[in-house]
């Protein structure tokens, strides 16, 4: 059909709009650290393009300067095979022309359909989609270039005595957080003090806190448990039954007030009252990683003191309250209270309080607190997250976390609770969650001893999270405030996380 237009105008417009393509920096990033690898020899790569274009087109596009051509061991065009994507014969001949095994090659592309073609014939396709080039792009570097866990335990040294949580909030930027919490799980996951930092109940703090605080000339302010007395507890309901145990005296006879842990180090507490009170959960989280081997452990309370006063602050109905403080009555918390049980439970099985019984035996200052974890379970009350955690991951982490630990202790509670937790975690599966949420999902699932099969796509999903300087992001695991709620969430936590998943199951 003759349409008046001389050819080579069209030839001509053709070339003018194809030179002003770009190729993705992201893109070409990744091909360069692919070429690197491949020259190196570090791992023996085969690199092959696959595309449907004109060879016009192609002469154009083999011309940007830019693009890394010779890095590809060779290139597959649909005008040279005569066969296009989707068809599963271009996919079969370039396997064949290649010779490479489909399981252990990963194909990518930027249509759902010729994934679907590719993955028909056993490639590990991943989408390239616009919005979610990183976590592709990840994907390759994780399962071509470097294990994740090597990354993520590079990140974590890198950044030794700067893991700082953050806080976040709706249109505004994020703010730094120093706190004790996120710097004991890390700790706890890793085994690494070194990489922490922490101010302890008497004032000491780490060598990385005092480092980092070299670049720091502000001037902290203290964080005092002076607002906390025995006297001040609220009344715990009655014990009388109880089971017998040594006589331990009333906390209003200690001369020394137990050495209680607080949320934020020494720096100055944020978006909050200027002093803070000591709270249960930090100072249960710190009697769970700290060691009776560290040096300076001798400087704590003895852990029968720091039950008293963990039983001297039971609200009305008899659970833990969370917050050591006579102005701070009324928060309780299911995964609070699951913190608590767990450090109970090491203080009886370690023989730390000999008197203290297991979570099996019945405790009148305990059970509230069980049947409170166990219903929140049954009735999935806290689907919805609350008001102090906004996801129900939280509380699933730590109860995987609780049954794992008291397995051997107290086997029946163990059993009473993992039939429903596993089911529980089963209705999460797949639920797009941010990385640390996601993260305790996965190694909930892990801690229960379930198979790996099942939680595979979440798995992947976190993988494909990993940033390039090996961590990840920070996510959000808790919330505070009452008119405009704050995020909190920490990268190096989340990395700590996914690290200790990684090595768990030896990947």
């Known amino acids: 059909m003759d349409l008046g237009v001389d050819p080579s105008l069209v030839q001509l417009a053709l070339h003018q709009a194809q030179s002003t393509l770009r190729v993705n920096k992201e893109a070409l990033a990744l091909i360069h650290e692919l070429a690197a690898a491949k020259a190196q020899g570090a791992r023996p790569l085969k690199i092959y393009a696959m595309s449907n274009i004109a060879?016009?087109?192609?002469?154009?596009?083999?011309?940007?300067?830019?693009?890394?051509?010779?890095?590809?061991?060779?290139?597959?065009?649909?005008?040279?095979?005569?066969?296009?994507?989707?068809?599963?014969?271009?996919?079969?001949?370039?396997?064949?022309?290649?010779?490479?095994?489909?399981?252990?090659?990963?194909?990518?592309?930027?249509?759902?359909?010729?994934?679907?073609?590719?993955?028909?014939?056993?490639?590990?396709?991943?989408?390239?989609?616009?919005?979610?080039?990183?976590?592709?792009?990840?994907?390759?570097?994780?399962?071509?270039?470097?294990?994740?866990?090597?990354?993520?335990?590079?990140?974590?040294?890198?950044?030794?005595?700067?893991?700082?949580?953050?806080?976040?909030?709706?249109?505004?930027?994020?703010?730094?957080?120093?706190?004790?919490?996120?710097?004991?799980?890390?700790?706890?996951?890793?085994?690494?003090?070194?990489i922490v930092y922490l101010t302890w109940p008497d004032g000491i703090i780490t060598r990385a806190q005092e480092e980092a605080d070299m670049m720091d000339t502000t001037s902290p302010t203290p964080i005092s448990d002076a607002s906390w007395s025995p006297s001040s507890a609220p009344s715990p309901p009655s014990s009388s039954t109880s089971p017998p145990s040594s006589p331990s005296p009333s906390l209003h006879h200690f001369e020394v007030k137990p050495t209680l842990w607080n949320y934020f180090t020494h720096s100055s507490p944020i978006l909050t009252t200027t002093t803070f009170p000591p709270d249960i959960?930090?100072?249960?989280?710190?009697?769970?990683?700290?060691?009776?081997?560290?040096?300076?452990?001798?400087?704590?309370?003895?852990?029968?003191?720091?039950?008293?006063?963990?039983?001297?602050?039971?609200?009305?109905?008899?659970?833990?309250?969370?917050?050591?403080?006579?102005?701070?009555?009324?928060?309780?918390?299911?995964?609070?209270?699951?913190?608590?049980?767990?450090?109970?439970?090491?203080?009886?099985?370690?023989?730390?309080?000999?008197?203290?019984?297991?979570?099996?035996?019945?405790?009148?200052?305990?059970?509230?607190?069980?049947?409170?974890?166990?219903?929140?379970?049954?009735?999935?009350?806290?689907?919805?997250?609350?008001?102090?955690?906004?996801?129900?991951?939280?509380?699933?982490?730590?109860?995987?976390?609780?049954?794992?630990?008291?397995?051997?202790?107290?086997?029946?509670?163990?059993?009473?609770?993992?039939?429903?937790?596993?089911?529980?975690?089963?209705?999460?599966?797949?639920?797009?969650?941010?990385?640390?949420?996601?993260?305790m999902r996965v190694r909930a699932w892990q801690l229960l001893g379930l198979g790996r099969g099942f939680v595979q796509r979440d798995l992947e999903s976190l993988l494909g999270m990993q940033e390039g300087d090996g961590g990840w992001p920070a996510g959000d695991f808790c919330s505070y405030g009452r008119v405009q709620k704050q995020r909190i969430g920490s990268r190096g936590w989340t990395t700590a996380l996914v690290c200790r998943i990684l090595k768990d199951w030896g990947m």
């Not at 679907?116 to 490639?123: D, H, S």
């Not at 396709?125 to 270039?145: C, H, K, S, Y």
């Not at 006579?326 to 203080?347: I, Q, T």
């Open 55 to 194: 060879k016009e087109h192609m002469d154009i596009v083999q011309a940007l300067p830019s693009f890394p051509w010779p890095v590809f061991d060779r290139i597959f065009t649909s005008f040279d095979a005569g066969m296009r994507k989707p068809d599963l014969s271009f996919y079969r001949h370039v396997i064949q022309e290649t010779g490479c095994n489909p399981s252990t090659t990963l194909y990518l592309d930027d249509k759902s359909e010729n994934i679907c073609a590719g993955r028909l014939l056993g490639l590990r396709g991943e989408i390239v989609e616009p919005d979610q080039r990183t976590r592709a792009f990840n994907i390759v570097r994780n399962l071509l270039l470097e294990d994740a866990s090597l990354r993520a335990e590079r990140f974590l040294h890198m950044h030794a005595g700067k893991l700082d949580s953050v806080i976040s909030m709706p249109g505004k930027d994020d703010i730094v957080l120093k706190d004790n919490f996120a710097q004991l799980m890390i700790w706890g996951l890793t085994g690494m003090e070194d």
């Open 281 to 439: 959960e930090t100072t249960s989280i710190a009697y769970l990683t700290i060691t009776p081997s560290h040096p300076n452990y001798h400087l704590l309370s003895p852990p029968s003191l720091i039950a008293e006063a963990m039983f001297a602050i039971r609200n009305k109905d008899g659970h833990f309250e969370t917050y050591f403080s006579p102005d701070r009555h009324g928060r309780v918390s299911p995964e609070v209270c699951v913190s608590v049980l767990r450090c109970l439970n090491k203080f009886s099985s370690s023989g730390q309080i000999p008197d203290l019984p297991s979570l099996d035996v019945t405790d009148e200052r305990i059970e509230p607190s069980k049947k409170l974890v166990a219903d929140c379970l049954r009735y999935r009350a806290n689907v919805y997250g609350n008001r102090f955690y906004p996801h129900p991951e939280s509380f699933l982490y730590y109860l995987a976390m609780l049954c794992d630990e008291c397995r051997d202790s107290s086997p029946r509670l163990c059993g009473e609770l993992k039939g429903e937790l596993e089911a529980a975690l089963r209705e999460r599966l797949n639920v797009p969650m941010n990385a640390l949420a996601l993260a």
